[in-house]
């Protein structure tokens, strides 16, 4: 299922992306490369035509792509992911058990059966 969201919200950020640059600006944009300052557009979507349709399909691939954000969000989430609260936190590290203290290695002492050495004095 995220997989499948994941590849509609790719495909709605391009498709989102070209609108926007399609749209005419105060310089043109690039709706003026593809004839959209008049020429075959205004024959095609009428006088104002291509800016309303624009207008229009970015409104709705906007819309699409909110859904899209909040269903990855919302598929991606698990019990796993979401943060721990401080009392859960705190629960855990009291649950944690504790290693056995390490006995301190006994002194250097000779070997049983053996009299310590006499210093001669």
Do not use: N
Not at 37 to 66: D, E, I, N, P, Y
Not at 75 to 90: G, I, K, V, Y
């Amino acid at each position: 299922m995220q997989t499948f969201v994941l590849i509609i919200h790719i495909l709605v950020c391009i498709v989102l992306i070209v609108s926007i640059l399609l749209q005419s600006s105060k310089g043109g944009g690039l709706a003026g490369a593809f004839g959209g300052a008049g020429g075959q557009t205004g024959a095609m979507f009428g006088g104002t035509g291509a800016a309303t349709f624009l207008s229009k399909v970015t409104r709705w691939l906007a819309v699409v792509f909110f859904l899209t954000c909040l269903g990855l969000w919302y598929t991606s989430r698990s019990a796993d992911t979401l943060p721990e609260t401080a009392s859960q936190r705190m629960g855990r590290e009291q649950r944690v058990p504790t290693a056995p203290p390490q006995q301190a290695a006994p002194a250097e002492s000779a070997p049983a059966g053996e009299k310590p050495a006499d210093t001669g004095k």
